[in-house]
């Protein structure tokens, strides 16, 4: 199971910290990464991280501004998410899965409720 959090209202060039916590059998998966998806379009790969050696990957759109980071002793993955623009409103999902830093959703077994991301101009 996956359980996300940290979404909100933010003003364009703000911050958020997303959330991601796992538990059960997602605990034993090899990446965890983080998609979005915004109303009338696919969901996206955002950003991903190893559990193990910490291997991250970053979509164009957010390199430089997003930061994808984990805690293994609390089975957590982060999302910060800095200069935030209206163009990064969306759902944002985390998912996990054995698939070695994909950044397709169908590779990803587990996936968590969404969080709503909003950034206002």
């Known amino acids: 199971q996956l359980q996300a959090s940290g979404g909100g209202l933010v003003q364009a060039g703000g911050s958020l910290r997303l959330s991601c916590a796992a538990s059960?059998?997602?605990?034993?998966?090899?990446?965890m990464s983080w998609f979005r998806q915004a109303p009338g379009k696919e969901r996206e790969f955002v950003a991903a991280?190893?559990?193990?050696?910490?291997?991250?990957q970053y979509a164009d759109s957010v390199k430089g501004r997003f930061t994808i980071s984990r805690d293994n002793a609390k089975y957590t993955v982060y999302l910060q998410m800095n200069s935030l623009k209206p163009e990064d409103t969306a759902v944002y999902y985390c998912?996990?899965?054995?698939?070695?830093?994909?950044?397709?959703?169908?590779?990803?077994?587990?996936w968590g409720q969404g969080t709503q991301v909003t950034v206002s101009s």
């Open positions: 998912a996990t899965g054995m698939a070695y830093v994909s950044t397709s959703p169908s590779a990803y077994a587990y």
């Open positions: 059960g059998r997602t605990v034993s998966s090899v990446t």
């Open positions: 991280i190893t559990w193990r050696l910490g291997v991250t």
